[in-house]
């Protein structure tokens, strides 16, 4: 029987046989209660099974995760034109989730049930911290898991695209006031758009298309690894929470232009564990949009 370890990158990856530790009952506990299983560049065995892919789940609805978390790590195995089989469910029953997994390419053969006579592995971590990812290969791969679907759309001069989290699943950093801003967006020229009403190929097109992508900090942001290079994007935050810069990392790595609008004032006042809503002063965001428009 054919084992994913036969098309393994084995020069970017270890191996361990957690066998090795049977005698050694802290580090079995260890490996064994580690919900995640993600070992950095590792993966841990304990049969002479051959092997198959398990995805672990990493909150699978947000697409940061999604992205740079789970799929990513297809990267270990994949020469381009490998059949990965892989087994996943969804325990969110995400809609993000199941359109962005069928929506990889077709050698991409997702099972919902394991079969009989093999070991089920999870793939290697990562370089993973609070707010980047220190691996210089996973954007471009991400991108371009999905190019049939952003190939052949080019950026639209002129087109401005303020992304909402109003209809979000997530009840965090929406904007209060956001009603407020929909009139003087418009008068720039900018579109109002929520993800929730987009299919995941919409999604797509929509950042690989506009000129300058703005919105609140959330997770709908990692799309902006579909953008033309040199695509702006202008993130609204307050400031006040450390460890928040994953898409000025993530722009830098795909070389676009961000700006960050630390200018909100977190909802309710002084709250800023993650849970909090944002409050926007309209008329200095739609100054900075306005300067940040001199520069397309």
């Known amino acids: 029987m054919d084992s994913c370890f036969s098309f393994l990158k084995r020069d970017l990856v270890k191996l361990f046989d957690v066998r090795q530790v049977y005698n050694d009952p802290h580090a079995l506990n260890f490996i064994r209660t580690n919900i995640q299983k993600n070992y950095l560049h590792e993966i841990t065995f304990e049969t002479d099974l051959p092997k198959r892919i398990e995805l672990g789940d990493a909150v699978d609805e947000n697409p940061y995760h999604l992205y740079f978390y789970m799929i990513s790590r297809f990267y270990y195995f994949d020469h381009g034109d490998t059949v990965i089989s892989y087994y996943y469910v969804s325990h969110n ?45 996973m954007p471009n791969y991400v991108r371009n898991l999905y190019k049939h679907i952003w190939e052949g ?45 987009l299919t995941f190929e919409q999604q797509v097109r929509l950042f690989a298309t506009s000129q300058i992508i703005t919105g609140g900090h959330g997770a709908g942001l990692a799309h902006i690894i579909f953008c033309a290079p040199n695509t702006l994007i202008c993130e609204i935050n307050h400031g006040q929470t450390p460890a928040k810069n994953h898409y000025l990392n993530l722009a830098i790595q795909c070389g676009l232009r961000h700006y960050m609008y630390n200018g909100a004032e977190p909802i309710p006042d002084g709250e800023t564990d993650g849970s909090e809503d944002l409050k926007v002063d309209v008329s200095k965001y739609m100054a900075a949009l306005a300067h940040i428009k001199t520069l397309c």
């Open 93 to 137: 029953k995400s809609y993000f989730a199941e359109a962005a997994l069928a929506a990889l390419p077709p050698r991409f053969q997702r099972e919902t049930v394991k079969r009989e006579g093999y070991e089920y592995v999870e793939m290697p971590g990562c370089n993973w911290y609070p707010d980047m990812i220190d691996e210089h290969w």
């Open 153 to 197: 759309y080019s950026q639209e001069k002129g087109k401005f695209s303020f992304i909402s989290r109003k209809q979000g699943k997530k009840k965090a950093r929406r904007i209060v006031n956001e009603a407020e801003m929909y009139e003087p967006l418009k008068s720039l020229g900018f579109s109002i758009y929520h993800l929730e009403d």
